[in-house]
């Protein structure tokens, strides 16, 4: 189930870094993370390549947690609406996952 999650949430961070990154928008329809709106613009998307995948590594497990990451655009909030919906989906199977396995363990002790 870790494998799983870590495995989703990089998918996550990859579709919204291809999402979010779009280098021929005007500057008012670009994307702006929570943490620079009191600026009006990014510098983002022109750091290193690792500030950028931890950035979006964080905002995909904030989609996980179904967060808000403030999308701009109808594609960037479709995108972003389908990701919280599958990870809604994700949250629940691995919930369920959890409980199955405590049950289990349950039985194995009134057993004994």
Not at 78 to 94: E, K, Q, R, T
């Amino acid at each position: 189930m870790v494998f799983f999650l870590i495995l989703y949430i990089h998918v996550l961070a990859c579709l919204l870094w291809w999402t979010f990154n779009n280098p021929n928008a005007p500057e008012e329809n670009k994307w702006v993370p929570e943490v620079d709106f009191i600026y009006g613009e990014t510098k983002l998307f022109s750091e290193s390549p690792s500030k950028q995948y931890l950035s979006m590594l964080y905002h995909a497990i904030m989609v996980f947690g179904l967060n808000e990451v403030a999308p701009v655009k109808e594609k960037e909030m479709i995108v972003v609406v389908i990701m919280m919906i599958l990870s809604a989906m994700a949250n629940a199977y691995i919930f369920g996952e959890m409980a199955v396995l405590v049950q289990e363990m349950d039985k194995k002790d009134i057993e004994f």
